[in-house]
């Protein structure tokens, strides 16, 4: 079946630090892949996306690369801010295209960037 | 854009009634709505994909006379948890699909004691 698979936290960072945050996945066919963020007590909030092999994902400074030779979606930023604190979990789609079905998601990964 | 909502945003219930939990798109019209669920520090699990005017599709493992999900509305869809026990208690969070994306409400977290 389809998995998400990414690094446990918390990551504690200082503010302006690069940032990466692995993810990768095990899936049939051809998924999309997302990245989400939650505030503190927020919804999810769709940061990125990548729909096909090679696709890069960005928003806000981050940034995401679809990587179907090593089935990877890590997410990076070159400079942290305090207010990135949140919860970032990466998904995938289980239809190529714009079908309506549900994600699978990896277990979230809190981040913490320290002033 | 995209808003969705949940009500209530905190329940908590004696074990054995039942708990309604709403799911509604305050600004768009939503074919399809899903349920997950999110144990504590574990990822978001779907449980089922809510498809106005049919029933519902849940995923194996989930019980659906447990969970029982109506789509009465392009704007609502409302989750039943029925003769609700401890190990229901977990965080509920629907999503509203809208050109292939899902926004996300901010979830309701259900204590049975």
Redesign the interface.
């Known amino acids: 079946g389809n998995s998400v698979t990414q690094m446990e936290g918390p990551v504690t960072l200082s503010e302006e630090a690069f940032l990466t945050i692995n993810c990768t996945y095990t899936a049939t066919g051809y998924p999309s892949l997302f990245w989400y963020v939650q505030y503190p007590g927020e919804g999810l909030q769709l940061l990125l996306k990548a729909t096909k092999a090679d696709d890069k994902g960005s928003n806000k400074g981050f940034e995401a690369t679809y990587r179907k030779e090593t089935t990877s979606f890590h997410l990076e930023k070159g400079s942290v801010q305090v207010s990135d604190s949140a919860v970032y979990f990466c998904a995938l789609r289980r239809l190529a295209g714009g079908g309506a079905d549900g994600l699978t998601f990896g277990k979230g990964t809190h981040l913490i960037i320290q002033p | 854009g995209a808003v969705?909502s949940q009500h209530p945003s905190r329940v908590i219930c004696k074990s054995g009634t039942s708990v309604k939990i709403e799911c509604r798109s305050l600004d768009f019209q939503a074919?399809?709505m899903?349920w997950?669920r999110q144990f504590p520090?574990?990822?978001?699990?779907?449980m089922a994909?809510s498809n106005e005017g049919s029933k519902a599709t849940y995923?194996q493992g989930v019980e659906k006379d447990k969970f029982l999900i109506n789509h009465a509305s392009l704007t609502l869809s409302t989750l039943t948890v029925t003769s609700a026990h401890p190990e229901d208690s977990s965080f509920y969070?629907c999503?509203a699909?809208l050109?292939?994306?899902?926004?996300?409400?901010?979830?309701t977290r259900l204590t049975v004691l």
């Not at chain 2, 520090?41 to 779907?46: A, E, N």
């Open positions: 969705v074919t399809t899903f997950y520090k574990q990822s978001l699990m779907l994909t995923e969070i999503s699909s050109g292939g994306f899902q926004f996300f409400g901010p979830g």
